[in-house]
């Protein structure tokens, strides 16, 4: 019998908010484990980038869109909407770092957090609709 992994609040979270990134087509989004690093300030850091102003407040509207949708929560602290290089929502046990490419290349903040475990999210994979086979014969 197969066990069950449950998953704790902030990882539920964290998948979340990254289905709001990968629906406005965030880029090279990672999710950044931080729950076996001492002294962590979250649970989770999620990093993407977009590659404009506009695509990177677009962004953070989604995930705020979609945690408030699925969960009722609202982001505790928000940042960075000034200029839009460097967006940072924070949920607590999850916080969110949207970058523009060039601040995320300067920052480079999953080399800050190297030794923790950093898992890809890339979109999942499209279903394919199943045709509706005929029989010779058969007529439509």
Same mark, same amino acid.
């Given at each position: 019998?197969? *066990?069950?992994? *449950? ?10 908010? *990254?289905e709001g990134i990968l629906e406005k087509k ?6 950044? !484990? +931080? &729950?076996?690093?001492?002294?962590? @300030? ?6 993407? #980038?977009? /590659? ?5 407040e677009a962004i953070s509207d989604s995930v705020?869109?979609? @945690?408030k949708k699925a969960v009722g929560q609202n @982001? ?12 940072? +929502? !924070?949920?607590?046990?999850? @916080?969110? #770092?949207?970058?523009?490419? %060039?601040?995320?290349?300067?920052? &480079? +903040?999953?080399?800050?957090?190297? !030794? ?6 890339? =979109?999942? =994979? =499209?279903?394919?609709? &199943? /045709?509706?086979?005929?029989? %010779?014969? !058969?007529?439509?």
């Amino acid at each position: 019998m197969a *066990v069950k992994k *449950v998953k704790s609040a902030s990882e539920m979270l964290a998948g979340i908010i *990254v289905e709001g990134i990968l629906e406005k087509k965030g880029e090279s989004a990672v999710k950044i !484990d +931080l &729950r076996t690093m001492k002294n962590a @300030v979250a649970d989770f850091f999620i990093v993407c #980038h977009g /590659t404009s102003r506009a695509q990177v407040e677009a962004i953070s509207d989604s995930v705020q869109m979609e @945690v408030k949708k699925a969960v009722g929560q609202n @982001v505790w602290k928000k940042e960075g909407f000034e200029n839009a290089e460097w967006i940072l +929502l !924070d949920y607590f046990d999850v @916080v969110v #770092h949207i970058f523009q490419e %060039e601040a995320r290349k300067f920052y &480079r +903040l999953e080399d800050l957090w190297a !030794d923790a475990e950093i898992t890809e999210c890339k =979109p999942a =994979p =499209p279903v394919k609709k &199943r /045709t509706k086979k005929t029989t %010779e014969g !058969d007529t439509e």
